[in-house]
Nanobody, 115 residues
Framework: QVQLVESGGGVVQAGGSLRLACATS????????MGWYRQAPGKQREAVAT???????YYVDAVKDRFHIWRDNTNDRMYLQMNSLKPEDSAVYYC?????????WGQGTQVTVSS
């Protein structure tokens, strides 16, 4: 099993920045696919950004050039740097990891962007 714990959410004004972190209970290199997902009230959960062991990344169009995802194998954490935040980025952000073919999720962290 894998435990994932997110941190770094909060309230920020539009145009501001936040950095989310996801701490893993397993060696990062053993977790193949990792990513950040978000869910706003009344909407489906969507993938925001993903990163695989080899370092290849994916970003949803809405966050390209504003968000940056990376994995740090030295401290078994994944990060999401969010810049130029917009009110529509407000959501609960979840960390997900794939370990032995099974998805594991964190409990989520709230991000609120005020206009």
């Amino acid at each position: 099993q894998v435990q994932l714990v997110e941190s770094g959410g909060g309230v920020v004004q539009a145009g501001g920045s936040l950095r989310l972190a996801c701490a893993t209970s397993r060696c990062m290199s053993a977790i193949t696919g990792m990513g950040w997902y978000r869910q706003a009230p009344g909407k489906q959960r969507e993938a925001v950004a993903t990163v695989v062991v080899g370092g290849a990344t994916y970003y949803v169009d809405a966050v390209k050039d504003r968000f940056h995802i990376w994995r740090d194998n030295t401290n078994d954490r994944m990060y999401l740097q969010m810049n130029s935040l917009k009110p529509e980025d407000s959501a609960v952000y979840y960390c997900k990891g794939v370990f032995w073919g099974r998805d594991y999720w964190g409990q989520g962290t709230q991000v609120t962007v005020s206009s």
